[in-house]
């Protein structure tokens, strides 16, 4: 584990993973989906949903999130720095400038039409603002009776440099 550069595995799965699962829950109640998600340079994660969408409606009532990115395409047991893990809160994106900024990123190239999504929106874009992150450390294969733990913790700020170097 040492040879490998935890910063810069994370934003490698940031930059080739167009895919993250959102999980949301409330009243106890867990929802997990997949979105097409984008960070920006501080590594805030935009996705935009139908508004009426069960993870949307768990937003209101419960800000908590956890996002997972990963390589789908690995073989079978070699996930080892293959995995991302992001534990945070989430928002329903409302000014302007930032429903602009979500939309290029999560749309490049493509015209915004802002009454889709205000005032009256059928769907938003929301932000994932992660506060702890992890990637697993070791594969399935490698688990021994003695195994702790398969993950580590991994600075949101070293990922956030090398994020913003790519």
Same mark, same amino acid.
């Given at each position: 584990?040492?040879? %490998?550069?935890?910063?810069? #595995? ?16 409330? =009243? ?6 997949? %979105?097409?998600? %984008? ?5 805030? /994660? ?8 069960? !993870? ?9 999130? /956890? ?13 080892? /720095? ?10 329903? %994106?409302? #000014? ?6 979500? !939309? ?10 802002? =009454?889709? /999504? ?44 090398? !994020?913003?170097?790519?």
């Amino acid at each position: 584990m040492n040879d %490998v550069n935890l910063g810069s #595995a994370a934003a490698e799965l940031i930059r080739t993973c167009p895919y993250a699962n959102i999980a949301t829950s409330f =009243e106890d109640t867990p929802w997990n989906t997949p %979105v097409s998600a %984008v960070a920006d340079d501080e590594l805030n /994660f935009y996705w935009s949903s139908w508004v009426n969408a069960v !993870h949307s409606q768990n937003l209101i009532k419960n800000p908590n999130v /956890f996002l997972t990115l990963y390589d789908s395409t690995r073989p079978s047991g070699t996930n080892n /720095f293959k995995c991302l893990y992001l534990q945070g809160i989430a928002v329903s %994106v409302t #000014a302007k400038e930032e429903i602009r900024k979500a !939309h290029e990123l999560v749309y490049p190239g493509k015209e915004l039409q802002l =009454e889709q /999504f205000s005032p009256d929106p059928i769907k938003n874009f929301y932000k994932a603002i992660p506060k702890v992150a992890w990637l697993n450390c070791l594969s399935v294969r490698n688990l021994t009776p003695s195994t702790i733990k398969m993950r580590v913790e991994v600075s949101i700020e070293e990922i956030r440099r090398y !994020h913003q170097s790519k």
